[in-house]
């Protein structure tokens, strides 16, 4: 089955930086893997997604990089603030019943 | 889009006793998921429903949980004899296709203590 590994686990940062949060997959068979958002108290909320055909995804200050042959992709966050402190999953789907996500990363931006 | 919701959104409840959450998914969704999120890691699934089928299960959902989903709306996770280790945030998710191409929706899920 799907393997996913995120990190790294925790991330902080200044306004106004970038952050990086890049995750691996093992099952070569994946072809979407989407980004959640979890904000205390809330369940995970879809941010970003990208699917094999592209390499790249951009929506305003975040984006996604997805590197097939590597096995693994990105989320980088642009121009950051105080509102994008969350923890952050990736996720890979295990076959077409189940998705696996990571463990999840914390970001903090400090103003 | 209403999206998904979860009732109650906490619970707690005693050692042996038995529990039932509920969760309505966006309507026009036929896919509905439960998971399952302990502390510091990330969503781990339980359960999946294509329309009132039952179609997998997770080796975590032990002899202890049932889930139902009746008319192919509405679902509920039941959990008996609850132990400390079910103390979690179970969480339920709809979506309009299989997930090899199509995202999860969360609700904002049913936190459990067991005491």
């Known amino acids: 089955g799907e393997n996913v590994e995120q990190h790294p686990s925790t991330l902080s940062v200044q306004e106004g930086d970038s952050a990086v949060i890049k995750c691996t997959y093992s099952?070569?068979?994946?072809?979407?893997f989407p980004w959640y958002k979890q904000e205390l108290g809330k369940g995970p909320q879809l941010i970003i997604d990208?699917?094999?055909?592209?390499g790249e995804k951009k929506d305003q200050r975040i984006a996604v990089t997805l590197n097939k042959t590597a096995k693994h992709f990105s989320l980088h966050i642009t121009e950051t603030q105080p509102e994008d402190s969350a923890v952050y999953f990736c996720?890979?789907?295990?076959?077409?019943?189940?998705?696996?996500f990571g463990a999840g990363t914390r970001l903090t931006v400090k103003p | 889009d209403t999206g998904v919701s979860q009732d109650p959104r906490h619970k707690i409840t005693k050692r042996g006793q038995n529990v039932t959450f509920r969760c309505d998914p966006i309507?026009?969704?036929?896919?509905l998921y439960w998971y399952r999120q302990t502390l510091g890691q990330g969503p781990e699934f339980l359960t999946y429903?294509?329309?009132?089928?039952?179609?997998?299960k997770s080796r975590l959902l032990s002899d202890r949980f049932s889930a139902e989903r009746p008319k192919g709306s509405f679902s509920t996770l039941e959990i008996q004899r609850t132990e400390q280790g079910d103390s979690a945030m179970y969480l339920c998710?709809?979506?309009?296709?299989?997930?090899?191409?199509?995202?999860?929706?969360f609700g904002n899920g049913t936190r459990l203590t067991v005491t």
């Open positions: 996720a890979a789907p295990d076959g077409y019943n189940d998705m696996r």
């Open positions: 990208i699917r094999s055909n592209v």
């Open positions: 998710a709809s979506s309009p296709g299989p997930l090899g191409n199509s995202p999860l929706h």
């Open positions: 099952d070569s068979a994946s072809n979407y």
């Open positions: 309507s026009e969704h036929n896919r």
């Open positions: 429903f294509q329309n009132e089928a039952q179609l997998e």
